[in-house]
């Protein structure tokens, strides 16, 4: 009776301890867990992700009896987890990057699980660990790469199935020409909200599938090209059924209906896949319930300091807490207003002459700038630059600046021959580094500079202006930054030659006067 009560009261402490951590848990990630719930899954491409968390008490209900069956051996490496979770929720933090704070989330309750449970029984549930990595959605710069890379390949497997059907197609870019009509493979139809579905349930299967792990891992990865297959297939389908009814097709009930038919024949395919691979040597998976008494056993012979868990409790609730008190009660970031507002910009600079315009409300609430300015330029020659300057007072998780990289190809636009460019000043042979690269949209050619000031840097990448916000929110309280972008056309008659003298002309002359706006060091 006497150790009937014992285990009770163990329990009871131990669900206390469980109920604490995730209070204090919630409070401090509040905003990246309603970030990621609210925004992020919201969008199509990761809408799977409100499923993973009940997949992932599924995965540790499923573990109970092995659970109960070992003992819990609290360790103290279970702080290099938890640390390192700690060091990534001030970096994502004071940066403003919501995936860095998705990951700190996951080590942190690694973290803890492991202070709490042992070793041993994080090997038993680590696969539930693991899925919950699918909860996490990548930063849009990771999801405009991929999408880019699989819209191309989904149309260039496109256009050969309908070459293969007879149709005549023609593939430019995203751009599938099939003479009555042309079809644009945008973003939606990248196929990247069906290739991580399908990896998720993959994975799964892999799982239970009790065989080899290179069965495992072939049968993972096989769904990587599986879903970029039946989604070409989606397209080339789309293509005939415009051929033979109207625009419903590709608008209307098919184009939302064949989402779900990549799941129909991808489920079976998959099932089909397993049982192709059980043909193949060797035929027979590892034995768990080995492996479970390998690790009953080595549980014998250990010693449990009962007052251990306990310290580790106050240790990791201690840092937690103070972790959570310090982001909410400390203001590392002052808000730095612009020396000059941005209405009133010249729109005389050298020999261009310009037009300032507006954006749309709507823009403006997405953006979240302090400060902006839009205008279009036109020199002599008739030939034009669009001039956009978009500045922060500050920047936090949700309110940053935004690549033109990640947001552009939202538009329809392709980037293409991305890279850096060095700009001549023209004073005592300063130099200028900006991203330079060229886009296309429906035939159209564009040549875009773009580049970061950020208190005294001119900065190119994203991930320097998350570091560098990081550092400077530490030791100058400062996160304030512009993002600026100037667009150009490049005309059929010119070269490029002539048209990257254009751009560079109007940044030198431009630079100077941007400067007595934007704040210094």
Same mark, same amino acid.
């Given at each position: 009776m006497i150790k009937a009560l014992g285990e009770i009261h163990i329990k009871s402490a131990s669900w206390m301890k469980a109920a604490i951590y995730g209070i204090i848990l919630v409070l401090a990630y509040f905003s990246a867990l309603k970030w990621m719930v609210f925004v992020d899954w919201a969008k199509e491409d990761y809408s799977h992700c409100y499923l993973v968390p009940f997949i992932v008490l599924y995965l540790i209900w499923d573990k109970r009896k092995e659970l109960a069956e070992? +003992?819990?051996? +609290?360790?103290?490496?279970?702080?290099?987890?938890?640390?390192?979770?700690?060091? #990534?929720? =001030?970096?994502?933090?004071?940066?403003?990057?919501?995936?860095?704070? *998705?990951?700190?989330?996951?080590?942190?309750?690694?973290?803890?699980?492991?202070?709490?449970?042992? =070793?041993?029984?994080?090997?038993?549930?680590?696969?539930? #660990?693991?899925?919950? #990595?699918?909860?996490?959605?990548?930063?849009?710069?990771?999801? @405009?790469?991929?999408?880019?890379?699989?819209?191309?390949?989904?149309?260039?497997?496109?256009?050969?199935?309908?070459?293969?059907?007879?149709?005549?197609?023609? !593939?430019?870019?995203?751009i599938i020409d099939l003479g009555f009509t042309q079809l644009q493979v945008v973003d939606a139809c990248s196929g990247l909200r069906y290739v991580f579905p399908l990896m998720v349930l993959s994975l799964l299967l892999a799982y239970m599938f009790k065989a080899h792990i290179w069965k495992r891992t072939t049968l993972f990865l096989s769904s990587i090209p599986l879903a970029i297959f039946v989604n070409s297939f989606r397209i080339a389908s789309t293509g005939v059924l415009y051929s033979i009814f109207d625009a419903r097709v590709a608008e209307g009930f098919f184009h939302g209906f064949s989402g779900w038919l990549i799941f129909l024949f991808a489920i079976p395919f998959l099932v089909f896949e397993m049982w192709i691979l059980r043909k193949f040597p060797p035929k027979e998976g590892g034995s768990q319930k080995s492996e479970g008494r390998g690790q009953r056993a080595e549980g014998r012979g250990r010693t449990i300091d009962i007052g251990k868990p306990t310290r580790m409790f106050i240790a990791a609730l201690v840092v937690i807490s103070l972790t959570f008190g310090l982001s909410r009660g400390i203001e590392f970031r002052e808000k730095t207003p612009i020396k000059k507002s941005f209405s009133l910009f010249p729109m005389n600079i050298g020999e261009w002459s310009g037009k300032q315009g507006s954006m749309e409300q709507q823009f403006i609430d997405v953006l979240k700038f302090?400060?902006?300015?839009?205008?279009?330029?036109?020199?002599?020659?008739?030939?034009?630059? %669009?001039?956009?300057?978009?500045?922060?007072?500050?920047?936090? $998780?949700?309110?940053?600046?935004?690549?033109?990289?990640?947001?552009?190809?939202?538009?329809?636009?392709?980037? !293409?021959?991305?890279?850096?460019?060095?700009? +001549?000043?023209?004073?005592?042979?300063?130099?200028?580094? @900006? %991203?330079?690269?060229?886009?296309?949209?429906?035939?159209? @050619?564009?040549?875009? *500079? *773009?580049?970061? +000031?950020?208190?005294?840097? @001119? #900065?190119?990448?994203?991930?320097?202006? $998350?570091?560098?916000?990081?550092?400077?929110?530490?030791?100058?309280?400062?996160?304030d930054g512009a993002l600026v972008r100037l667009i150009t056309p490049v005309h059929p008659k010119e070269t490029l030659k002539d048209t990257e003298a254009r751009l560079q002309s109007f940044v030198r002359n431009m630079v100077p006067v941007l400067n007595e706006y934007l704040p210094g060091k």
């Open positions: 070992l +003992p819990s051996f +609290p360790s103290w490496k279970g702080m290099a987890p938890f640390g390192l979770g700690i060091a #990534l929720f =001030w970096l994502g933090e004071l940066s403003g990057e919501f995936f860095t704070m *998705y990951l700190s989330f996951w080590l942190v309750v690694i973290g803890l699980c492991w202070l709490h449970l042992g =070793w041993d029984k994080i090997k038993t549930i680590w696969f539930a #660990l693991f899925v919950m #990595l699918a909860m996490f959605p990548f930063p849009n710069f990771v999801n @405009v790469r991929i999408s880019q890379v699989l819209k191309l390949i989904s149309s260039q497997l496109g256009v050969w199935m309908l070459h293969i059907y007879g149709m005549s197609a023609y !593939r430019e870019g995203n302090s400060d902006y300015i839009t205008a279009d330029y036109t020199n002599p020659q008739g030939e034009t630059i %669009n001039f956009y300057v978009a500045y922060y007072q500050d920047q936090r $998780k949700g309110e940053s600046i935004h690549s033109p990289e990640t947001c552009l190809p939202g538009s329809g636009w392709e980037f !293409r021959e991305a890279g850096d460019v060095d700009i +001549p000043l023209g004073r005592a042979s300063q130099v200028m580094r @900006v %991203n330079r690269s060229f886009m296309e949209k429906s035939g159209a @050619v564009e040549l875009t *500079y *773009y580049w970061f +000031p950020m208190r005294g840097r @001119v #900065l190119t990448k994203l991930y320097e202006v $998350k570091l560098y916000n990081f550092w400077d929110a530490l030791t100058k309280q400062r996160t």
